[in-house]
């Protein structure tokens, strides 16, 4: 953690000084965050002078072992109130331990509220919960954009394309403008050529 919070600081350009603090501080609070927490709990204890506890039938599946034979289990907090039943298993000694359990974590959440053990697990499982939704949805408009500066950028480079094209001359026109200025009367060469000829001939003679 302390790793991913030094590379995090130094992608900002922050000093090591100021990281050092700035951990220390973030230490302090969830350090004292957890203490006071930890303070404001009150230890549940289950006494059994304080319990009140009788068997009855159960009900539902289970055939003639459940619904003929008093192992399920009604446990009273007395000076609270607080009351639990279980048949959850088929033995009646499973059964007195499992109303236990319940009737203690109960007991922690009407004492402590917000601060029992049951409380906190939940809170920590929707920050989990939370934090992977945030990943997702961060992935999720990360990879869109990606896909919206490619389709930009093809679409960039496909207009230049056009415009190049629509700027450079007609090679065709410029052969065409060539032959017109390399064009030579050959009848005309051919004329001069026999003339010349002639005349040469008739000085000799």
């Given at each position: 953690?302390?790793?991913?919070?030094?590379s995090?600081?130094?992608?900002?350009?922050?000093?090591p000084?100021?990281?050092?603090?700035?951990?220390?501080?973030?230490?302090?609070?969830?350090?004292s965050?957890?203490?006071?927490i930890?303070?404001?709990?009150?230890?549940?204890?289950?006494?059994?002078?304080?319990?009140?506890e009788?068997?009855?039938?159960?009900?539902?599946?289970?055939?003639?072992?459940?619904n003929?034979?008093?192992?399920?289990?009604?446990?009273?907090?007395?000076?609270?109130?607080l009351?639990?039943?279980?048949?959850?298993?088929?033995?009646?000694?499973?059964?007195?331990?499992?109303?236990?359990?319940?009737?203690?974590?109960?007991?922690?959440?009407?004492v402590?509220?917000?601060s029992?053990?049951?409380?906190?697990?939940?809170?920590?499982?929707?920050?989990?919960?939370?934090?992977?939704?945030?990943?997702?949805?961060?992935?999720?408009?990360?990879?869109?954009?990606?896909?919206?500066?490619?389709k930009?950028?093809?679409?960039?480079?496909?207009?230049?394309?056009?415009?190049?094209?629509?700027?450079?001359?007609?090679?065709?026109s410029?052969?065409?403008?060539?032959?017109?200025?390399?064009?030579?009367?050959?009848?005309?060469?051919?004329?001069?050529?026999?003339?010349?000829?002639?005349?040469?001939?008739?000085?000799?003679?």
């Amino acid at each position: 953690m302390y790793s991913r919070f030094v590379s995090r600081c130094a992608s900002s350009r922050t000093s090591p000084s100021s990281i050092f603090a700035h951990w220390t501080l973030l230490s302090d609070i969830r350090h004292s965050s957890s203490t006071a927490i930890l303070a404001e709990r009150r230890d549940v204890e289950l006494k059994e002078s304080e319990l009140s506890e009788s068997f009855v039938k159960g009900s539902g599946k289970g055939g003639q072992k459940i619904n003929k034979v008093r192992n399920c289990v009604l446990l009273t907090h007395v000076p609270t109130g607080l009351q639990v039943q279980c048949q959850k298993t088929r033995s009646l000694d499973g059964n007195r331990r499992a109303a236990r359990k319940l009737l203690q974590q109960k007991l922690d959440d009407h004492v402590n509220g917000e601060s029992s053990k049951r409380s906190l697990k939940i809170d920590r499982l929707r920050r989990k919960k939370a934090n992977r939704s945030a990943k997702s949805k961060k992935k999720y408009t990360n990879s869109v954009d990606m896909k919206l500066k490619e389709k930009e950028q093809a679409e960039g480079i496909a207009s230049n394309a056009v415009t190049k094209s629509d700027e450079e001359p007609d090679s065709d026109s410029g052969n065409e403008n060539e032959s017109d200025d390399d064009y030579v009367d050959l009848d005309l060469e051919d004329s001069k050529v026999g003339l010349s000829w002639g005349s040469k001939r008739f000085l000799k003679r």
